[in-house]
């Protein structure tokens, strides 16, 4: 009852709120994968993370609330197949970026966009 | 969401998981050390359970004189005497007093917050100049010679042998051996200042095969150094950074003749890929603060694209 009664609470705040840009659920599978890959390329040299301790770079910009960002890098909308695209590499989709092509597969590129796009706060 | 650190794998090494055996006696004794003494510390409890609460009889009997030389006498002496004959037994074969013949020498030299590393031919002559990644062949002994060029530092491999200090002035060595192909990471283990908890060490294990490839390839840089190795030289780099076969010839940081082939950036805490590189170059006071390396706050995204993908060619 007590569960019921707060996802009732959650559904009427839910309702005051905007309508989100993505209406597919994040899939949570993919957004702890994601943080984990992040961390395990070390992202965090150059990006302050949320959930990642350490490091906490100041070279690009701090991530907390990506998701909640129209565009990526000021160039691109934010949506996860340019954002996939955008941290495997970089240059080729906003030249003269500092940010490298960095070696990664597939999988985990979708993965960090999906985390990404989970940030909002 | 919990805050987590994954830093570069296996980083901070797992200390009671032995690799080798110089690390194995040590990992016993620190176990047969564990659960000695808490059995003692067990024992001890016990007692002073019964002197304060223990029925008169009790009391009266831990107060004896048997007790006394029993508990007070005889089982220190006996524990402790077993204790330093087993002690000195096992560890007798950690001694570095009898190096193998024909074992690999490298003398590896502490610097605030690096290691300096220098592979040595039979006769103690520098073959070969790396930093804080040393790459040995698995089943054979490596003597390693330990010094230190500012304060007090300590080796520290865990799974690959026991904890040393260096100390300026001195040397100090070491054995250590793998037992099978791996990574295996390292700490310093004496604080040194600073960033001394982000001062890591990598050890590369490889079979005899894969060990003399690796030596091959060890070659000065050939590298088209094109706009990358420009702004290294015009930007300062060169003034501390050693590349082999450019005029980078500086000695305050470590040499980068082969930085793209190490398996770690910063001493052994980042893992070595474009981004990491970049990161570092940019701002590594950010990554690793007060470290000796400033931030460089004058190149625009070209150029620090350019000399990252410098660095990251320098295999």
């Known amino acids: 009852m007590k569960g019921g009664a707060a996802i009732s609470v959650l559904m009427l705040l839910g309702a005051c709120a905007p309508a989100p840009v993505e209406t597919a659920p994040a899939d949570t599978d993919a957004v702890a994968r994601g943080r984990d890959a992040a961390a395990r390329l070390g992202c965090g040299a150059c990006h302050d993370m949320p959930g990642i301790a350490w490091p906490k770079g100041r070279v690009g910009p701090p991530l907390a609330g990506f998701g909640a960002r129209p565009l990526i890098a000021g160039r691109l909308p934010n949506r996860a197949p340019q954002l996939a695209a955008f941290v495997t590499d970089a240059p080729a989709m906003v030249p003269g970026t500092a940010m490298p092509a960095i070696p990664m597969k597939r999988a985990e590129a979708d993965d960090i966009a999906a985390w990404l796009l989970s940030l909002d706060d | ?315």
Not at chain 2, 275 to 282: E, L
């Open chain 2, 1 to 315: 969401m919990t805050e987590r650190t994954l830093p570069s794998e296996g980083w901070p090494p797992a200390v009671l998981d032995p690799a080798g055996p110089y690390s194995e006696p040590v990992t016993l004794l620190a176990w047969v050390l564990l659960v000695g003494g808490t059995v003692i510390l067990a024992i001890v409890v016990g007692a002073l359970w019964i002197a304060l609460r223990g029925s008169p009889r009790l009391k009266t009997r831990l107060g004896g004189e048997k007790a006394i030389w029993i508990l007070g006498f005889a089982f220190p002496s006996v524990v402790l005497t077993g204790l330093l004959v087993w002690g000195l037994l096992l560890t007798s074969s950690l001694s570095a007093a009898r190096v193998p013949v024909g074992a690999m020498r490298v003398k590896i030299i502490g610097e605030m917050w690096w290691w300096r590393v220098h592979y040595q031919d039979g006769q103690g002559r520098e073959t070969l100049r790396d930093a804080n990644e040393l790459h040995i062949p698995v089943g054979q002994p490596v003597l390693l010679e330990l010094e230190a060029a500012d304060v007090i530092h300590s080796f520290w491999v865990p799974r690959l042998g026991g904890k040393m200090d260096m100390i300026p002035g001195r040397t100090n060595r070491l054995l250590i051996e793998a037992d099978a192909p791996g990574v295996y990471k390292g700490q310093c283990a004496e604080y040194c200042g600073g960033p001394h908890a982000l001062m890591g060490f990598v050890v590369v294990a490889h079979t005899p095969a894969d060990f003399a490839r690796w030596q091959a390839s060890r070659l000065p840089s050939q590298g088209a150094g094109g706009e990358g190795l420009a702004l290294f030289l015009s930007s300062g780099c060169a003034a501390c950074h050693t590349i082999r076969g450019t005029p980078a010839r500086g000695l305050a940081g470590p040499d980068l003749t082969h930085v793209g082939s190490r398996r770690t950036l910063g001493a052994g805490i980042l893992p070595n890929n474009p981004g990491t590189m970049a990161g570092w170059v940019a701002d590594s006071q950010a990554i690793k603060p007060a470290n000796r390396m400033p931030a460089y706050h004058q190149f625009s995204g070209e150029e620090l694209q350019a000399l990252t993908a410098y660095m990251v060619s320098l295999k």
